[in-house]
């Protein structure tokens, strides 16, 4: 078993998860609630993009350094070559740049307590786009867990009706696409008026609908590299391939920045950017989310590839409970009783999907769970 100063790497892991996910959706919302000028969420991500492929590289280049002579050619072999897989990466790179940039929307128009409760939906995505894709059959505990996850983040949702709004910004829009573009420009305009109140609740759907649109892209993204690279559940790829977690994690950022600057940076933000400069509206704040975010797509594949889902779900649940806990301090987060509910269910409808099947011998709680993204989504 891999160790760190003689502790299990998948318990370090774990616990490292469990702060990120936790710090990750608090820091995110507090950065963008902060008073003045908003930073652009597509740089953000950019950014955060960045510095994970920057991270991810040095890795790979210290790994591969211990077994052959590292060159600039052998490195452009391995991210591009005959057998890097590299062209089947670019999907899930730019479907998880608009998941990325659609966290930062939802975070800001929902409190940190429902998006993080809500957010748990991408286990429903993933197995519905996992029967649908790859005719994967889910048995009739998982079918209930995701029912009781469906009406958990429904009461939730209702609970948080009457909530407080978060305080206004000024607007900024990323993502890819003209539907999320769309969404991005009607959130940007839906800040409370200064009195924090939100009759219509267009903010608060907004948020549903963008953390809604996140969790789809995120199922279908995992979905898609188990389609590109063989018939086996993600999680056994990433146990079984010659290729690095962190070789994948580079090819993912690559194409993460590069599809970011594009369609983010330039064609939705490109006045912007003109007008004001790239890092227009960052404070330390803005800094210290860009981090959480970079880190927490490498924890998540150290997690895939040392920890069982079981350890995972347990992890996300630790994390819901310290992000609802500290909302109360942080936004004066107001926890009813039908948001308790709510939280409840999902909790143990996300541990119940987790449980391994009973005399199953061929799928394990390993490779049974909803698909985790080498990124985060989720936040990852």
Known sequence: MATLFGVPLKWISLVTLVVQNSALVLVMRYAQTLPGPRFLTSTAVV???????????????????????????SLLDDFFGRDSDWAKMTVPAILYFIQNNLQYVAVHLLDAATFQVTYQMKIITTALFSVWLLAKPLSLLKWISLGILTFGIAVVQISGKKSPAPAPAAPASAASGEAAANLLATAATASPPADDSDPSGMGRFLGLVAVTIACILSGLAGVWQVLARSPVLFEKVLKGTKASLFLRNVQLSFFSVVSGLIFGVYLMDGAAVTENGFFYGYTIWAWAAILCQAIGGLIVAVVVKYADNILKGFAT???????SVASVFIFDFVITTPFVIGAGLVLYATHLYSKPEVGNKIVSAKSDSHFIKLEAGEHR
């Open 47 to 73: 950014m955060s993009e960045v510095l994970k492929l920057a991270i991810s590289l040095a890795v790979h280049i210290r790994d591969e350094g211990r077994t052959r002579r590292v060159t600039l050619r």
């Open 317 to 323: 649940s630790i994390a819901i409970i310290l992000s």
